[in-house]
């Protein structure tokens, strides 16, 4: 049914599917961009086949994940990165509190380790993605607020083998600033965004941990942001 300018959007559907923690953990174990068989998603959240069947039957009904054939599995994944950023953006918005909530030691590591670095969907977040965003807007990489390339940003990411008018000529949004529910501040996204975490992770600046979605600053990428942007990770 088309929906009517002026008309209310139903959200009633996307709520029941947020509802349940164990469906929230299956969206965040794939805010990566990762695909992952539903056996691998079980595990991770505690559940068994049965049920993590029927969990993710829910969130793909809501339109939250989307199911790839992988020869004889069927991977499962965000339906696409306005999923990613909208998760992100309600994140923002849980109380402090809430995100403090912690019942283990296990859950208390991987939060720490979710709010240091990350991949939001396709590019870089928590400390990570905002220290860097913040140096690139010092040096005049990008402009302030609106995030803009500016000349001497497409030299140096020219000189980093980022093909901007590559992702120019793309239809994605070059830049676009994206709401970091850690650090309650603004981390860089778009095809920019995605290009200098992929940089990050060809370089071997950063790499991915075994399970979640946090990543690890190697030595050498911590040599590297302190020698392009000036960027002191703790």
């Given at each position: 049914m088309t929906r009517t300018a002026g008309q209310p959007v139903d959200l009633s559907g996307l709520a029941r599917a947020l509802g349940a923690p164990a469906r929230l953990q299956v969206l965040g174990l794939l805010m990566d961009g990762s695909a992952r068989p539903a056996g691998?998603?079980?595990?991770?959240?505690?559940?068994?086949?049965?049920?993590?069947?029927e969990h993710l039957a829910v969130l793909v009904e809501a339109g939250l994940l989307l199911v790839r054939p992988s020869g004889r599995q069927?991977?499962?994944?965000?339906?696409?990165?306005d999923v990613a950023q909208a998760l992100e953006a309600l994140g923002r918005l849980a109380p402090d509190d809430a995100q403090?909530?912690?019942r283990s030691l296990r859950q208390s590591r991987e939060q720490r380790e979710l709010a240091g670095a990350r991949l939001c969907y396709d590019h870089l977040a928590g400390r990570l993605g905002v220290a860097l965003t913040d140096a690139l807007v010092a040096d005049r990489w990008l402009t302030g607020g609106d995030l803009r390339l500016t000349r001497l940003g497409r030299s140096g990411f020219g000189d980093l083998g980022v093909d901007v008018p590559a992702l120019e000529a793309a239809?994605?949004?070059l830049t676009r600033s994206c709401d970091d529910w850690t650090e309650r501040r603004p981390h860089l996204a778009g095809a920019l965004g995605a290009a200098l975490a992929t940089t990050a992770l060809d370089r071997g600046?950063?790499?991915r941990r075994a399970t979640g979605r946090g990543l690890d600053v190697t030595p050498a990428g911590h040599r590297a942001l302190v020698r392009t942007w000036s960027v002191a990770l703790d």
């Amino acid at each position: 049914m088309t929906r009517t300018a002026g008309q209310p959007v139903d959200l009633s559907g996307l709520a029941r599917a947020l509802g349940a923690p164990a469906r929230l953990q299956v969206l965040g174990l794939l805010m990566d961009g990762s695909a992952r068989p539903a056996g691998e998603l079980a595990a991770a959240i505690g559940v068994g086949p049965s049920t993590a069947s029927e969990h993710l039957a829910v969130l793909v009904e809501a339109g939250l994940l989307l199911v790839r054939p992988s020869g004889r599995q069927r991977r499962y994944a965000l339906a696409g990165r306005d999923v990613a950023q909208a998760l992100e953006a309600l994140g923002r918005l849980a109380p402090d509190d809430a995100q403090r909530e912690v019942r283990s030691l296990r859950q208390s590591r991987e939060q720490r380790e979710l709010a240091g670095a990350r991949l939001c969907y396709d590019h870089l977040a928590g400390r990570l993605g905002v220290a860097l965003t913040d140096a690139l807007v010092a040096d005049r990489w990008l402009t302030g607020g609106d995030l803009r390339l500016t000349r001497l940003g497409r030299s140096g990411f020219g000189d980093l083998g980022v093909d901007v008018p590559a992702l120019e000529a793309a239809r994605r949004p070059l830049t676009r600033s994206c709401d970091d529910w850690t650090e309650r501040r603004p981390h860089l996204a778009g095809a920019l965004g995605a290009a200098l975490a992929t940089t990050a992770l060809d370089r071997g600046w950063v790499r991915r941990r075994a399970t979640g979605r946090g990543l690890d600053v190697t030595p050498a990428g911590h040599r590297a942001l302190v020698r392009t942007w000036s960027v002191a990770l703790d």
